[in-house]
C-alpha cells in the first residue's frame, strides 16, 4: 500500500499531498495520522512555506464516511476520534511558523474545505468544488466551523454553512473563500508554484511573527473552542437521524 | 402591525405598516419580537419580510420628536435591540428579504438574520447620526457578521448603498434583480432550510452563535450607548428640524 501522506521538500517549499485518490483523499485515521507526522516533520525543518494539496483528481472529500457510519465501521467511538485528531491538526497547522498554502486541485468537501480555511493562502481553479454539505448529511461541521468564521467572517460562514451544498471556484473566490484562481486545473501547479515562489521571499522570522501577532488577534490559539467542536460534532454524527442520512448517501 | 402566514414548514412574519413604510413604533417591534419567538416553536425556518413598496424605513421619528425625555426613542432602540437578539437566539433558521428600502432600525435587522436576500437596487444603510442618534446598538451584530473595517464606515457614514454593495461587503447574501422577486426567493430559501435535517440545522446555527459571542457579547453595551443620547439636546434639535 502506498503512503497516505508524501511529503517532499524542495528549497524552502515543503509540499504535503494527501495520497488517498481512490478515496477522493477523505480523511481516514491513516491519512489524519499521516498528516500529523508530516506537519510536526515541517515544524522542525527549514522550509518558509508549506503546501497543501491532494493526489489524484480530488483535494479532499471531508471526513471518511464509510469510517462514521457506525453500521459499516462497527466502532461508535471511532467518530470522535477522528473529529479530535482533525481538530488537533487544525490547530497543529495553524500553530506553524510556515506560511501554509491550500493548493485545492479538486473537490475540497466539509473538513476538506475546513482544511482550506485553516491555511494562509488558498488556491484553486475555477472547476474546482468547494463546500460545506454537512448539514445536507444531518451532521454539523462544528470543528471546521471557527476557522470558516476567521476566514471569510461570521455572516458568510453563516450562509455557506447552513445552507450546505458546493460550490464552484468562482463562486469560492467571490466570497473570499478561494485568494486566487487559476482559470483551469491544468493552470494550477503553476500558480501554485508562483505563489508559493513569492511567499518564500519573506524572512522566516518576519513570516513567523506576523503569523503569531495575527493567531493572537484573531483567536486561533483559543484551542477549547475547536476541541470542543469535535464533541459537538461527534455528538450530532452519533443521532439516529444523521447515521440514517449517511447510510442513505452510501448506498 | 404585524403579519403572520404559517405555510408547510415554515413561517413569514411580516413588518405590515405599509402606508408609512413599515416605519417602527414600540408596539410594532414588541409584537415582532413575540410573533418570531412563537413562530419559532410552530415552523422549521423563518421569513421576515416589509409589506408594500418597501421593507422597513426605520423608526417612526415623528413620535420621537417633541420627547425631551427621549422615553419613545428609549422604547425603540430597546425593542430593536431585542428582535434582533431573538432572531439569533431562536433555534429555527432566520431569512431576511429586503425589498425596496431597509434603512437605520429597518437595517439593523439584517444582523439578526442567517441569510439576508435583497433587490440590487434596495438602499440599505445607517444614516442616524444625522438626526443625533448613534447606531451602537447594530454595532455588534454586525461585526460578528462583516469586517470591523466595513462596520466602522457603514456607521459613521449616511451613505445609503445599494443592495450589489451590500453583497459586496456581506451585509447581504443573495441580491435578485427585480424587487418583486424578493419574496419568493426568501421563501425559496426558507423552505430548503426547513427540509434539512432538524437537528444539524439547530446544533450547526447554535454552534455559530457560540462562536461569534466573544462580539455579539457586546450588544447591551452597544444599546447602552445608544440610550445615553436619547432625549439629548442634540438629538431634539435636529429631530425638531426634521419637520421645521
Redo the contacts between chains.
Sequence with gaps: MSAPVILETKGLIATLTINRPEARNAMSIEILDGMHKAVDEVASSDASVLVITGAGRAFCAGMDLKAVLIELSGDPGLGEELLTSLAKLTLKIRKLAQVTVASVNGAAIGGGCGLTCVCDVTVSHADAKLGFPEVDLGICPAVIAPWVVKKLGGGVARKVMLMGGVMSGQEAKDIGLVDHLADDRDGLAELTQTIADRLATGGPKALAATKGLLNEIDGSNEAQMVLKGAKLSAAVLATPEAQAALAARLK | MIKVELQDQIAIVSLDRPEKRNAMVPEMLSQLDQEIKNCAHKARALVILGEGKTFCAGFDLKMCANDPGGETMRQLLTGLSMVVRTMRAIEV?VVLGVHGAAVAGGCAMLGGA???IADEQAKLGYPVVKIGVSPAVSAAFMM????PGAVRTRLVDTELISGIEAKRI??V?ETVENRDDVRGRAVE?AE??AK??????R???S??N???E??TNNAQAGLDVSLSLTGSPEEQERLAALWG
Design positions: 433558521p442567517d441569510i439576508v460578528a457578521s462583516i469586517t456581506g451585509l447574501h430559501i430548503i432550510l434539512k435535517p432538524g437537528s444539524a440545522i446544533a450547526t446555527k454552534w455559530l457560540e462562536i461569534c466573544p462580539m
